[in-house]
């Protein structure tokens, strides 16, 4: 409010050409830096050409994660949640469609909106053929509709070309009543001439992009001849690496794989007839059968095996599961459910992000309800796939979590400090600075620090959270991607853990004194030694200081006329000002060192 009132008076005084007045441009509060995944994220895109993982949110944001643990995020100029978001791979060109069919051209280089693309109609399936400039859009009446990237221009035309949904659904097509595109995605072994429209009520057509004809058309009258109930397509894959099998996953829980016609088809009239059988119903327990199917993903093994994530979501159940198929035996199949204690909302199978020298190293990328990424080791998986019908299985796959700045609670209370540092050169500084990130996305810690206290005094820039549930950290803020140098799980004198939100934090860089107050009214008093492990906590009761001396932190418990401390003050004479929040009572102690 401050800062806006301030803004406002300065834009009403722009007449005034005096020395000294205030602008608006002098008053411009802006996002530096943004580290880790922000919150309401809802899609994942991954470039495995540039190796760039996007999260999109539902208020406008997207995060960026390259190599070299690279972030940025990119803000929207609607702050509305998004529908779709692909790469244009290897282009760095992130296409963006929100929930008012607007498509969003960004450019990874810069960083920046280059182009907003309004679409008439609503998107409801959206797919990038790759190695090209060209972009298929289905809508809600059943078209698909053909776009092109323009990348010098960094922008979208719309061209003549369009599938009409009378021709492409077939004979029995309504076109006063369209069935909405679900999915729509070039075929792997003819991308560029075959194009597989799937349709929500579940009919799939194959397209003939030259020639514009069906090829093939299946899954029509599935439903229509059965007496079972309707299922709506939620989800759908290819299960094959020639693009002749594709996986479809229901509304009831339920997944088929259906068999499409490849390149080699040699007359399109022989495939008009209508393939309505499945090649397969795969089974993923009777209790989870009515879990709708949100996505699915494919991962190509040697020979003729493969491995299928299934992601499945509703109000009152989740499941995510893996499958291995192998097209030699289809009757046998191979499942493994992922332990996950929350539903999943996107997942991507990424390669070579965390560490460039291994570039074949697969990682599966979860987004759970929470906003939290969970990590699995795709040969973990299918070696577990493997050997889990063995004499002696195998111990199921160790997942972990997106490395997060502030650990599992929010920040009550941040302070920064500098000391002034000039003796280390600033490249030697950096590039020391540098070795100590952990990798983002790995499923191993690199260069994690223990608690060493005397880093501190080694700090540019020190900046101290304070934490909902008690605890402390400290980091090396040099540079926008934060260090951990130590973190304090504040404890009472009991040694059980006192899970009290911290509401103030004083620190003096010379003396090296650590003052804290949390909401219950506790003072903590810790003095660091330098280039020592042995460091002293003062315990605060009533007007009496006593003064113990550990090997590790010290915990302590202070109650301050029963309220929260809102503000304290250390002067380098070692005065300590405290304030409580109930009261008007102020505590002035002497600390001698």
């Given at each position: 409010m401050f800062v806006k009132k301030l803004v406002e008076k300065a834009s009403k005084k722009q007449y005034i050409s005096s020395i000294g007045c205030l602008r608006a441009e002098d008053v411009s509060p802006r996002l530096a830096f943004h580290y880790g995944v922000p919150t309401d994220a809802a899609l994942l895109s991954y470039d495995p050409l540039l190796h760039i993982l996007a999260v999109?949110?539902?208020?406008?944001?997207?995060?960026?994660?390259?190599?070299?643990?690279?972030?940025?995020?990119?803000?929207?100029?609607?702050?509305?949640?998004?529908?779709?978001?692909?790469f244009a791979d290897g282009q760095?060109?992130?296409?963006?469609?929100?929930?008012?069919?607007?498509?969003?051209?960004?450019?990874?280089?810069?960083?920046?909106?280059?182009?907003?693309?309004?679409?008439?109609?609503?998107?409801?399936?959206?797919?990038?053929?790759?190695?090209?400039?060209?972009?298929?859009?289905?809508?809600?009446?059943?078209?698909?509709?053909?776009?092109?990237?323009?990348?010098?221009?960094?922008?979208?035309?719309?061209?003549?070309y369009c599938i009409p949904f009378a021709e492409s659904y077939g004979s029995t097509a309504n076109v006063g009543n369209g069935v909405e595109v679900a999915f729509v995605s070039p075929q792997p072994s003819a991308?560029?001439?075959?194009?597989?429209?799937?349709?929500?009520?579940?009919?799939?057509?194959?397209?003939?992009?030259?020639?514009?004809?069906?090829?093939?058309?299946?899954?029509?009258?599935?439903?229509?001849?059965?007496?079972?109930?309707?299922?709506?397509?939620?989800?759908?894959?290819?299960?094959?690496?020639?693009?002749?099998?594709?996986?479809?996953?229901?509304?009831?829980?339920?997944?088929?794989?259906?068999?499409?016609?490849?390149?080699?088809?040699?007359?399109?009239?022989?495939?008009?007839?209508?393939?309505?059988?499945?090649?397969?119903?795969?089974?993923?327990?009777?209790?989870?059968?009515?879990?709708?199917?949100?996505?699915?993903?494919?991962?190509?093994?040697?020979?003729?095996?493969?491995?299928?994530?299934?992601?499945?979501?509703?109000?009152?159940?989740?499941?995510?599961?893996?499958?291995?198929?192998?097209?030699?035996?289809e009757s046998r199949i191979v499942k493994m459910v992922l332990p996950l204690t929350e539903a999943c909302k996107g997942m991507e199978l990424v390669t070579g992000l965390s560490d460039p020298n291994k570039q074949r190293q697969s990682t599966l990328v979860l987004l759970l309800k929470s906003g939290q990424i969970c990590l699995y080791d795709d040969s973990e998986i299918e070696r577990y796939l493997l050997h889990s019908q063995s004499r002696s299985p195998p111990t199921l796959p160790n997942h972990s979590y997106l490395k997060q700045p502030y650990g599992d609670s929010g920040i009550s209370i941040a302070k920064f400090y500098t000391s002034g540092r000039t003796s280390i050169a600033d490249e030697d500084y950096f590039s020391s600075l540098a070795t100590k990130y952990p990798w983002l996305l790995s499923m191993k810690d690199k260069g994690q620090n223990s608690a060493n206290f005397t880093n501190i005094h080694k700090t540019r820039n020190l900046y101290i959270t304070g934490h909902m549930d008690g605890t402390i950290s400290f980091w090396d803020a040099s540079c926008p991607l934060l260090v951990q140098i130590f973190m304090i799980k504040q404890q009472n004198e009991d040694n059980t853990s006192s899970g009290t939100r911290i509401t103030s934090l004083q620190f003096d860089m010379s003396s090296s004194?650590?003052?804290?107050?949390?909401?219950?009214?506790?003072?903590?008093?810790?003095?660091?030694?330098?280039?020592?492990?042995?460091?002293?906590l003062s315990f605060l009761h009533g007007t009496d200081l006593a003064i113990c001396h550990q090997s590790s932190f010290y915990l302590d418990t202070k109650l301050v006329s029963d309220s929260s401390i809102l503000q304290k003050s250390l002067r380098h004479n070692n005065l300590i000002t405290i304030i409580g929040k109930c009261c008007t009572l102020a505590f002035i102690i002497w600390h001698s060192r």
């Open positions: 999109a949110t539902r208020n406008g944001q997207i995060k960026l994660f390259g190599r070299d643990n690279t972030q940025a995020l990119l803000q929207s100029p609607s702050p509305i949640p998004s529908k779709f978001l692909r760095g060109v992130l296409l963006n469609v929100n929930i008012q069919n607007q498509i969003e051209v960004w450019d990874i280089d810069t960083k920046k909106l280059c182009y907003l693309h309004p679409f008439e109609k609503q998107i409801t399936a959206f797919a990038v053929l790759q190695k090209s400039f060209y972009i298929y859009a289905g809508d809600s009446l059943g078209n698909v509709s053909l776009l092109k990237l323009d990348l010098g221009q960094r922008c979208l035309v719309d061209m003549p991308e560029y001439n075959r194009l597989l429209i799937i349709f929500r009520d579940g009919v799939m057509t194959l397209w003939d992009i030259k020639a514009s004809k069906v090829v093939s058309v299946s899954g029509r009258t599935t439903q229509q001849q059965s007496h079972q109930e309707e299922k709506t397509v939620t989800s759908s894959c290819w299960a094959c690496t020639n693009g002749t099998k594709v996986a479809i996953g229901y509304d009831s829980g339920d997944i088929y794989l259906w068999a499409i016609p490849d390149i080699s088809s040699a007359q399109i009239s022989s495939s008009l007839s209508n393939h309505n059988l499945p090649l397969q119903r795969l089974n993923l327990g009777y209790k989870l059968d009515k879990v709708p199917i949100i996505s699915l993903r494919w991962a190509a093994s040697d020979g003729k095996s493969g491995r299928l994530y299934i992601n499945g979501f509703s109000e009152h159940a989740y499941l995510s599961q893996v499958l291995i198929l192998n097209e030699e035996s004194i650590l003052i804290s107050g949390d909401q219950s009214g506790t003072v903590r008093i810790i003095t660091f030694k330098k280039d020592s492990n042995d460091n002293i």
